[in-house]
C-alpha cells in the first residue's frame, strides 16, 4: 500500500488556492504597490489566515490539506521572487485560450475584465527568461512550510496529509537566454528542484501543479509531431525536477484552466493521460466536474492505472457557484473505482478556488466551503458503497 492510496475510506482533498482573508490582500496589495505597511504584521496576519483556512479545511471534511497559497499574490509573481534570471513584460500581452478567445472575443473581453482580471491586488504580467536561472526562493518556502505544518498541527492532521503546490517547470515563463528549450528546462529542473526537496524533506507531500500540459494539445502553432515532443519535454523536465524524490510523496495536477467559459477548445483527456501517467507522482489530478469532460473516465476503461498509483478525479468545480449534490458526487467517485480500484480514488476539485490572489473570486468563499462539505458526503456516500461501511469519516 502507498502512502496516498485509500484504506477503508474514500479520501478528500483539493487542489490548493482558495480565497484570501481581505485583511491579508489589503497588506499584499500595499506590499507590491510600493506602499508602506509592516513586514511583522503581514507575516503574523499570514500565519493567523493560514491556520483559519487549514481549521476550515478540516471542519469541512478535508483530509489533505495546504495553506491555501495564501503567500502567492500570483502566478508570475511566485516565480519572480523565487528565482534569478527571469524579467517582467507587463506590456507583453498573454496568450491565454487563444482558441477559445479567438472563437468567443465579447465574451472573453467582458471575463478577462471582470471576472479573472477583476479584483486583482497586482496586475498579471508575463515572464521571460533572459539571463541564468538561479533559485532563491529558501526563505519563502521555509515559511509557507513552517506555517502550514504549525497550522496542521494544531488543527490534528498529520505531515503526511498535508501537500503544497509548486510550479512545474512547463510553467516557468518564455526562455529567451539558453540555446534550446531543452537546455532551458534542463537548467529550470536543476533549480526546480531545490524547492521540491525543501517540501519533501519537511515530511510533507510535493503537488507539481501542470495546467500548461493540456494547453500544448490545442495550441494552433504545433502540428501533432511538435505536439507530442513538447509534451514529452515537459514530462522529461519534470520527472528530472522530481529527481530524489519518492513517487509517493508527489501529486501531479493538471486541468484546462481557470476560467468559467464556453470550453469548447480544451484537449481531451485522452490526449494527455499517457503523458500524465509518465511523471514520477503517487497521484494525478485532472478536471471530472466539468461538464465538457465528465465522461471522460471512460478512458479508464482502456488506459489501466500502474500499480500503487492513484487518481484523483475532480467532483466538484471551480467554475460554478452550484454546490453539487453529495449523491452525484458518490455516482461520479464509484465509476471511477470500479474503474482502477477502490483504493486508487481520492475525491478533489478540479481546481483551485483563487489561482491569483483576487478580492472577488468567481465561487465565493461562501460557496466554497459548502462544495467541501458536499463532498466530504458524497465520498462517505461513496465508502458505504464500495466498503460496505455504516461508519462516516468526520
Not at 512550510?145 to 503546490?165: E, Q, R, S, Y
Not at 512547463?170 to 532551458?184: A, I, L, M
Not at 503537488?207 to 504545433?222: G, K, N, R
Not at 499517457?274 to 465522461?295: C, I, Q, T, W
Request: hydrophobic share 40%.
Amino acid at each position: 500500500m502507498s502512502l496516498q492510496q485509500n484504506t477503508d475510506h474514500i479520501q478528500t482533498t483539493h487542489i490548493g488556492s482558495l480565497p484570501r482573508p481581505h485583511d491579508l490582500l489589503d497588506l499584499m496589495k500595499a506590499k507590491y504597490a510600493g506602499q508602506p505597511y509592516d513586514e511583522s504584521e503581514l507575516s503574523a496576519v499570514l500565519a493567523r489566515s493560514v491556520a483559519d483556512s487549514v481549521r476550515k479545511q478540516v471542519a469541512g471534511g478535508i483530509e489533505i490539506v495546504t495553506d491555501g497559497e495564501f503567500s502567492k499574490p500570483g502566478f508570475f509573481t511566485y516565480i519572480r521572487e523565487r528565482f534569478d534570471g527571469f524579467e517582467s513584460r507587463p506590456n507583453q500581452k498573454l496568450a491565454l485560450f487563444q482558441k477559445e478567445v479567438a472563437a468567443f472575443p465579447e465574451y472573453y473581453a467582458q471575463y478577462f475584465k471582470e471576472a479573472m482580471m477583476g479584483g486583482a491586488i497586482l496586475a498579471i504580467a508575463s515572464v521571460v527568461c533572459t539571463g541564468p536561472l538561479r533559485y532563491k526562493g529558501e526563505d519563502k518556502v521555509a515559511t509557507d512550510i513552517a506555517n502550514v505544518k504549525a497550522a496542521a498541527k494544531a488543527a490534528g492532521v498529520p505531515d503526511h496529509h498535508v501537500f503544497l503546490p509548486a510550479t512545474a517547470p512547463s510553467g516557468v515563463g518564455r526562455n529567451e537566454y539558453y540555446k534550446t528549450e531543452e537546455e532551458y528546462f534542463h537548467a529550470l529542473a536543476a533549480e526546480l528542484n531545490k524547492e521540491y526537496r525543501a517540501i519533501a524533506n519537511a515530511g510533507l507531500l510535493v503537488q507539481v501543479d501542470d495546467p500548461f500540459m493540456a494547453d500544448i494539445f490545442v495550441e494552433p502553432e504545433l502540428d501533432d509531431r511538435q505536439k507530442a515532443r513538447r509534451a514529452e519535454i515537459y514530462v522529461e523536465a519534470t520527472n528530472a525536477a522530481l529527481d530524489g524524490i519518492p513517487a509517493e510523496r508527489v501529486r501531479f495536477h493538471t486541468c484546462y484552466g481557470i476560467n468559467e467559459g464556453p470550453r469548447i477548445h480544451e484537449s481531451s483527456l485522452s490526449e494527455i493521460i499517457s503523458y500524465v501517467l509518465k511523471v514520477n507522482a503517487g497521484s494525478y489530478s485532472f478536471e471530472a466536474a466539468n461538464p465538457r469532460h465528465e465522461h471522460e473516465y471512460h478512458v479508464f476503461e482502456r488506459v489501466k492505472l500502474p500499480e500503487g498509483k492513484v487518481i484523483c478525479p475532480g467532483v466538484i468545480t471551480h467554475a460554478s457557484n452550484i454546490v453539487e449534490h453529495p449523491e452525484w458526487i458518490a455516482e461520479r467517485l464509484i465509476r471511477f473505482a470500479k474503474l482502477v480500484g477502490r483504493q486508487n480514488v481520492i475525491a478533489t476539485a478540479d481546481c483551485g478556488f483563487s489561482s491569483q490572489a483576487l478580492y472577488r473570486t468567481e465561487v465565493h468563499s461562501s460557496v466554497v466551503w459548502e462544495k467541501f462539505k458536499a463532498m466530504r458526503e458524497g465520498a462517505d456516500l461513496a465508502t458505504r458503497h464500495l466498503w460496505g461501511s455504516t461508519t462516516q469519516k468526520t
